[in-house]
Each structure stands twice: as structure tokens, then as C-alpha cells.
């Protein structure tokens, strides 16, 4: 969340999990498929960072868990962490989005699935994977 580009024109974020089918896929191997959606706005990541802060003040030491409970972003951080473990184990890659206006979840499904056919679309969804450090993939 502190690397995290955030841009006061685009308010919405979105971090997408991004599964590709397996051989057992059948015909749709090798397809891209929305597996997870988390959605937030830059407010939201505001709060988190400074939930970041507070929990790592030397001064004020404060309980992850009670800093979030502060900033009120505690359900926000339990759905990107849910979603990052169950990314690691299931393979999947997230990345993410920024708009400045709320997509549904219909409209980011139908851009993942356009991937499949569009070199244009697959090379978005391609950049805005994020990188997640400490397993050197996704």
C-alpha cells in the first residue's frame, strides 16, 4: 500500500487476481480468468498508510490490529491480505487498476476475458500486474 501510485484524479482502485486456466481447462487453457476483485478508493489507502504509520511510531507504539481499528480500514486490509494468500496459493497474479470512476465487477470480468483476444487489452492487464516482492513472481 505505500508503493501504491495514487493519483488524486483517479479515486477508484481495483486489485484484480487473474487466473490462467489450466491444461484441465479444456479448450479455455491458457485463458485468463478474474478470480478475485478487491475495490478501494484513495481515501482508503490514505487511511491504511497511516494505519502503516501508527504502527510503526517508535514514540506511540501501536497494535496493528488497533491502529487499523483507528483508521477504520481494518476490513480493507483483511481483503487485500486474503486475497495476496489465496493469490500465492493458487498461482494467481493481481494486478491492479486505478479509474476515475467505480467499475462494476461485470465490466472488470469482461476486460479480463477481452485479454484473451485483444494484444491490446492483454498487454494492460500484462503492465498493470504488481509485484509482490517476496516470492519474486507476480
Known sequence: MLDLKVDPKLPFHFLVGVETRNLHSGKHAGEFRMKYLVKFTNEEVSNVRDAIRLSQDKLFPTKPH?????????????????????????????????????????????????????????????????????????
Open 66 to 138: 488497533e491502529a487499523t481499528n483507528v483508521t477504520g480500514c481494518t476490513g480493507l486490509v483483511s481483503a487485500i491480505s486474503g486475497m495476496m494468500l489465496a493469490a500465492d496459493f493458487n498461482h494467481v497474479t493481481v494486478h491492479h487498476f486505478s479509474s476515475v470512476f467505480e467499475w462494476e465487477e461485470d465490466d472488470i470480468e469482461m476486460f479480463v476475458n477481452t485479454a484473451n483476444l485483444s494484444v491490446s487489452t492483454k498487454q494492460k492487464l500484462i503492465d498493470a500486474k504488481i509485484s509482490r516482492g517476496h516470492h519474486g513472481h507476480t
